[in-house]
């Protein structure tokens, strides 16, 4: 859930995001003092695959997309991000440009958290260093999985996959009918990384097994257990 005061005290922001988990109260303060609020409207390009980067950044409110496009000029999303996320970190460890797409998709607040203020960080506190160090790991172990679940799933189970990761992930609005994701066809499809048709001849199976409702732009998942038994081949 959003918070909307995490924009108005960054340092008790940023001992929420990973990144700081278990820093000294001083690397807070440090952080606090040389990071910079950004406001996006929704649809704005944070930045694009390619470009020069020298900012990391500390999501404080709102919903923000990653993709990627692939050879065949494809997009394929990434990821759904939203508080407390950090990304855009990898453009300053090394790599010259940003390796992926960002997307404001709703109204965000961010943190930015510039590339020599970023280094002295990693290098004057460890555990910081180590924080990032665990969830670039944790981020290349999803993507091991998600890439096994892609391949070798047929198209319900790529979706449920799908739509069980945004109901883990929090990228839902909970209701007494359920968890409701407000996605079209085009964006789970993106993140399923198949079409649109397919995408939708594989909701209309999973809603005849009673597992999901669907509606033009949202998908409420009504039974999550029943997802997974579907992606797991047992129903």
Same mark, same amino acid.
Do not use: C, W
């Given at each position: 859930?959003?918070? +909307?005061?995490?924009?108005?005290? +960054?340092?008790?922001?940023? &001992?929420?995001?990973?990144?700081? *988990?278990?820093?000294?109260?001083?690397?807070?303060?440090? &952080?606090?003092?040389?990071?910079?609020?950004?406001?996006?409207?929704?649809?704005?390009?944070?930045?694009?695959?390619?470009?020069?980067?020298?900012?990391?950044?500390?999501?404080?409110?709102?919903?923000?997309?990653?993709?990627? $496009?692939?050879?065949?000029? *494809?997009?394929? @999303?990434?990821?759904?991000?939203? =508080?407390?996320?950090?990304?855009?970190?990898?453009?300053?460890?090394?790599?010259?440009?940003?390796? &992926?797409?960002?997307?404001?998709?709703?109204?965000?607040?961010?943190? #930015?958290?510039?590339?020599?203020?970023?280094?002295?960080?990693?290098?004057?506190? =460890?555990?910081?260093?180590?924080?990032?160090?665990?969830?670039?790991?944790?981020?290349?172990?999803?993507?091991?999985?998600?890439?096994?679940?892609?391949?070798?799933?047929?198209? +319900?189970?790529? $979706?449920?996959?799908?739509?069980?990761?945004?109901?883990?992930?929090?990228?839902?609005?909970?209701?007494?009918?359920?968890?409701?994701?407000?996605?079209? *066809?085009?964006?789970?499809?993106?993140?399923?990384?198949?079409?649109?048709? @397919?995408?939708?001849?594989?909701?209309?199976?999973?809603?005849?097994?009673?597992?999901? $409702?669907?509606? +033009?732009?949202?998908?409420?998942?009504?039974?999550?257990?029943? #997802?997974?038994?579907?992606? *797991?081949?047992?129903?």
């Amino acid at each position: 859930m959003n918070d +909307p005061t995490r924009a108005s005290d +960054p340092t008790a922001f940023l &001992a929420t995001v990973p990144l700081f *988990h278990g820093a000294p109260a001083r690397a807070l303060e440090v &952080a606090a003092s040389v990071v910079r609020s950004r406001r996006f409207e929704p649809d704005t390009v944070l930045f694009r695959e390619g470009d020069t980067g020298d900012a990391l950044y500390l999501l404080a409110e709102g919903l923000v997309k990653l993709s990627k $496009v692939d050879l065949g000029g *494809h997009e394929k @999303t990434l990821a759904l991000l939203q =508080p407390p996320e950090f990304f855009g970190e990898m453009a300053l460890l090394g790599h010259a440009t940003r390796s &992926a797409t960002a997307v404001a998709l709703s109204h965000v607040s961010t943190f #930015l958290l510039y590339r020599d203020d970023f280094q002295r960080l990693l290098t004057a506190y =460890p555990t910081v260093s180590l924080n990032l160090t665990t969830t670039l790991a944790n981020r290349l172990r999803g993507m091991d999985d998600e890439a096994q679940v892609l391949s070798y799933k047929d198209a +319900p189970g790529r $979706v449920a996959y799908v739509l069980l990761r945004l109901y883990r992930s929090g990228v839902v609005e909970l209701d007494a009918g359920g968890a409701l994701v407000r996605l079209t *066809h085009q964006d789970l499809a993106n993140l399923a990384g198949t079409s649109r048709e @397919t995408v939708t001849r594989a909701l209309k199976a999973l809603e005849a097994e009673g597992v999901i $409702v669907t509606r +033009p732009k949202e998908v409420t998942i009504v039974d999550a257990e029943g #997802l997974e038994e579907v992606l *797991h081949g047992v129903r």
